[in-house]
């Protein structure tokens, strides 16, 4: 039995840690060179100091796990169970997509500018940033504002503009963005919001009101794109990343029939689109640090006992969680913020503060800045603990 | 077991806690404190601790 990972970053580990924990033969297949490395100092502390894909790899906890690094996997056939690379074929018993997104391209005219995401992004960028130039940072979001904030201790000028109204208003909500935004300027940070890019330029770009921003380093964060491409022509659901069911078990969306359809595929990370009761039985994607151990742990448990004929329970129910460091900010979150109307419970919007997220009486969510300790005393009372005792629904 | 926490890179972020809450804790001022021996019956849990924590701080040297 042979379980093959596509994908050597955090999920794609974990995933074959866990396979090979239950005694499973496993082998990861990556186009990144590197073995696993960590992400988030990136957009931090790698940023402002340079980093090599060794000094933020993970520990990881077994060497008997298979590795096939630098090179795509450019396709999958599951009727045969092969993933195809440009001058091989991999075959595997069960499959983990581990892939991950990628940042997304605005679909503008001109010199593209810059993305990060990997290593080699983050040192890039790295090099740009000397003291004395501007940055514009095109979107608000988690690692646009991470950017602005290192950037400014880099010494650098640093300007935002995106298309949203605040700051991280969609994780965040409206007040906490607000307060953050205003963090970032009382920081020397210049912010264009509401607004979308028209067009880049050399010296800058051109904003759909028609004004013009001028800077030496243009950095594009503006979200992702899951990376499924090699998965397509097999059936399976990928309008949003991979949509599985609570087990991580990738939905099929034509009937399976064929016999050698039937191999577990499973997708684990940034890139799984998987119901969690916790909250409600919508698939979600969640682009958080925590998902990929979370998950891939979950994987290695599916896969051993769909191999060994059990059906797993539909019980799997993470509590997702996020940080995030900005000057001297720390913001932390569990739950799904976003799927709640923000209150402050202690605090104030521009300072330190616990803010919670609640649907129709539910707890779903509690972002705190620099509020560590008291947000932990959270964790069980987010979601529908009710609901744990009732059957999970198709 | 040996537990080694590279305060230089750690950041507080509790993470380790709720994996490994009798060996891993925030104090009052939300700074952490360890243990720097377990017992090897908690070794899946001080794992565990080791693969949360974002900062990758935590080396665990088995005996
Ligand atoms: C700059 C930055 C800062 C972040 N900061 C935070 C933070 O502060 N807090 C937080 O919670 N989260 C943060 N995140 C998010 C976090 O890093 C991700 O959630 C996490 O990396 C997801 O892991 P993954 O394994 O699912 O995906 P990835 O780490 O993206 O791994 C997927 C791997 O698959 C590879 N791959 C893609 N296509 C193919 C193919 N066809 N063939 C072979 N290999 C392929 C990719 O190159 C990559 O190596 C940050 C992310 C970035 C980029
Ligand atoms: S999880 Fe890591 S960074 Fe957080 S408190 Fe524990 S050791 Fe420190």
Same mark, same amino acid.
């Given at each position: 039995?042979?379980?093959?990972v596509? $994908?050597?970053g ?16 496993v082998?990861?297949?990556?186009d990144?060179r590197?073995?696993p490395?960590n992400r %988030?100092?990136?957009?931090?502390a790698a ?9 933020l790899?993970f520990?990881?906890?077994r060497d ?6 630098g090179q795509?996997v450019?396709?999958?056939d ?15 018993d ?9 940042p ?5 005219p ?5 993305v990060?995401r990997?290593?080699?992004?983050a ?7 000397t003291?004395?130039?501007?940055l514009l ?8 504002c ?8 880099? $010494?650098?000028?640093? =300007? ?6 605040e700051p991280?208003?969609?994780?965040l909500?409206? &007040?906490l963005g *607000?307060?953050?935004?205003r963090?970032h300027?009382q920081?020397g ?5 509401g607004?979308g ?13 028609g004004?013009?921003l ?5 950095l594009?964060?503006?979200g ?21 069911d ?10 399976a029939g ?6 577990p /595929?499973?997708?684990v $990370?940034?890139i ?7 909250f409600?039985?919508v698939p979600?994607r @969640?682009e &958080? ?6 998950t891939g742990?979950r994987?290695g448990a599916?896969?051993?006992a769909l191999l060994?004929?059990?059906? %797993?329970?539909?019980d799997?129910?993470?509590?997702p969680?996020f ?5 001297d900010? =720390? ?12 209150t402050? *419970?202690s605090?104030?919007w521009?300072?330190?503060?616990i803010v ?5 009486d539910?707890?779903v969510g509690?972002v $705190?800045v ?12 987010i979601?529908s603990v ?5 059957p999970?629904a198709? | 077991?040996?537990? @080694? /926490? ?8 509790g993470?380790?806690?709720f994996e490994?809450p009798? /060996?891993?804790a925030?104090?009052n001022?939300?700074v ?5 021996e ?8 001080v794992?565990?601790?080791a693969?949360?924590?974002?900062m ?5 040297? &088995?005996?």
């Amino acid at each position: 039995m042979t379980v093959v990972v596509v $994908g050597a970053g955090l999920a794609g580990l974990r995933a074959a840690e866990a396979v090979r924990g239950h005694g499973l033969a496993v082998t990861v297949l990556g186009d990144e060179r590197h073995l696993p490395y960590n992400r %988030p100092p990136l957009s931090k502390a790698a940023l402002r100091e340079s980093a090599t894909a060794a000094d933020l790899a993970f520990r990881i906890r077994r060497d008997d796990l298979g590795w096939r690094l630098g090179q795509p996997v450019v396709g999958l056939d599951l009727y045969r169970r092969e993933v195809l690379l440009a001058d091989d074929t991999v075959p595997f018993d069960a499959l983990i997509i581990a892939t991950g997104i990628r940042p997304r391209v605005l679909p503008v005219p001109g010199p593209p500018p810059m993305v990060l995401r990997t290593v080699e992004d983050a040192e890039a960028l790295r090099r740009a940033l000397t003291p004395g130039r501007r940055l514009l940072i095109i979107g608000a979001g988690f690692i646009g504002c991470e950017v602005a904030a290192t950037a400014r201790a880099m $010494g650098c000028a640093v =300007t935002v503009c995106a298309a949203d109204a605040e700051p991280m208003i969609r994780p965040l909500g409206e &007040h906490l963005g *607000a307060g953050l935004r205003r963090r970032h300027e009382q920081a020397g940070v210049e912010f264009h919001l509401g607004v979308g890019v028209s067009g880049y330029e050399p010296s800058g770009v051109t904003l759909s009101d028609g004004r013009t921003l001028t800077a030496d380093v243009i950095l594009s964060a503006v979200g992702s794109v899951p990376n499924t491409q090699w998965c397509a022509g097999n059936g399976l659901d990928l309008v949003d990343g991979v949509l599985t069911d609570n087990r991580l078990c990738a939905v099929r969306t034509t009937a399976a029939g064929e016999e050698g359809a039937e191999a577990p /595929v499973l997708a684990v $990370g940034d890139i799984a689109r998987f119901p969690n009761p916790l909250f409600d039985e919508v698939p979600r994607r @969640i682009e &958080h640090w925590s998902m990929p151990t979370d998950t891939g742990r979950r994987a290695g448990a599916v896969i051993a006992a769909l191999l060994a004929g059990q059906s %797993p329970a539909l019980d799997f129910r993470p509590l997702p969680s996020f940080w995030s460091d900005q000057y001297d900010a =720390t913001l932390q979150s569990f739950g799904m913020p976003a799927l709640g109307v923000p209150t402050l *419970a202690s605090g104030s919007w521009d300072g330190d503060c616990i803010v919670e997220y609640h649907r129709d009486d539910v707890l779903v969510g509690v972002v $705190g800045v620099n509020r560590t300790r008291e947000l932990a005393t959270y964790r069980p009372r987010i979601g529908s603990v009710s609901d744990a005792s009732q059957p999970a629904a198709d | 077991m040996k537990i @080694i /926490v590279d305060l230089d890179k750690c950041q507080n972020y509790g993470q380790c806690t709720f994996e490994a809450p009798t /060996v891993f804790a925030l104090d009052n001022d939300g700074v952490l404190v360890y243990q720097t021996e377990a017992d090897s019956a908690l070794a899946d849990d001080v794992n565990a601790a080791a693969d949360v924590c974002p900062m990758q701080a935590i080396t665990i040297i &088995h005996d």
